[in-house]
């Protein structure tokens, strides 16, 4: 059974780069067929999503957001990072690394860490 685990910096100041990375355990990037993704969600609101990497190394963004979003992997390591540039106190959230597939949907979630900009 795949496990993801979110880590990274729980503060990180206005203007500057935010940088998470998801470990999987249990799973591949080349032989599994699946959206590894991020998304966040922000106090008192719902879940947003950022992105996703494809097994073939592809990635998808959310267009609100892709001018300051990238999203990678280590195949070696068997894990997928996420960085969002210029950070404001608005991406302040939890965020959450997850596993999505198409006829499953999203079925395989981390516990989240949260992320907080500072002024």
């Known amino acids: 059974q795949v496990q993801l685990q979110e880590s990274g910096p729980g503060l990180v100041k206005s203007s500057q780069t935010l940088s998470l990375t998801c470990t999987i355990s249990?799973?591949?990037?080349?032989?599994?067929?699946?959206?590894w993704s991020w998304i966040r969600q922000p106090p008192g609101k719902g879940l947003e999503w950022l992105g996703a990497?494809?097994?073939?190394?592809?990635?998808y963004y959310s267009p609100s957001l892709k001018s300051h979003t990238s999203i990678s992997r280590d195949t070696s390591k068997t894990q997928f990072s996420l960085q969002l540039t210029s950070v404001t106190p608005e991406d302040t959230a939890v965020y959450y690394c997850a596993r999505y597939d198409w006829s499953r949907g999203y079925d395989s979630w981390g516990q989240g860490t949260q992320v907080t900009v500072s002024s």
């Open positions: 990497i494809y097994n073939d190394g592809s990635t």
């Open positions: 249990g799973g591949s990037f080349t032989t599994d067929y699946y959206y």
